[in-house]
């Protein structure tokens, strides 16, 4: 069964930072990159950070320079690291795997990250 269990969200003040875990399951995470999406409010969900395997991270543009993606191959963990929080990084944070460049159709719960000005 897969399983993405999203944590770390919470209120900060702007400037801030939090850093968000995912546990999961290793049939998802094992031979896939993995990735951390955004959903703001009354926005679509888009992809925000994504590491490979391999290590290798890519990030937009929005959060270049202030998010890091790590992946721990042995726990099966992702997380993201976000400093310099600004009130338009606010929205529910998701972790998914990429399959062929795209989310697979598993999601876990999100967790909220709120951010006041």
């Known amino acids: 069964q897969v399983q993405l269990v999203e944590s770390g969200g919470g209120l900060v003040q702007a400037g801030g930072s939090l850093t968000l875990s995912c546990a999961a399951s290793?049939?998802?995470?094992?031979?896939?990159?993995m990735g951390w999406y955004r959903q703001a409010p009354g926005k679509e969900r888009e992809l925000v950070a994504s590491?490979?395997?391999?290590?290798?991270?890519n990030y937009a543009d929005s959060v270049k320079g202030r998010f890091t993606i790590s992946r721990d191959d042995a726990k099966y963990l992702v997380y993201l690291r976000m400093n310099s929080l600004k009130p338009e990084d606010t929205g529910v944070y998701y972790c998914?795997?990429?399959?062929?460049?795209?989310?697979?159709?598993?999601w876990g719960q999100g967790t909220q990250v709120t951010v006041s000005s």
């Open positions: 998914n795997a990429l399959i062929l460049g795209r989310p697979s159709d598993y």
């Open positions: 290793r049939s998802i995470f094992r031979f896939n990159p």
């Open positions: 590491i490979t395997v391999g290590g290798y991270t």
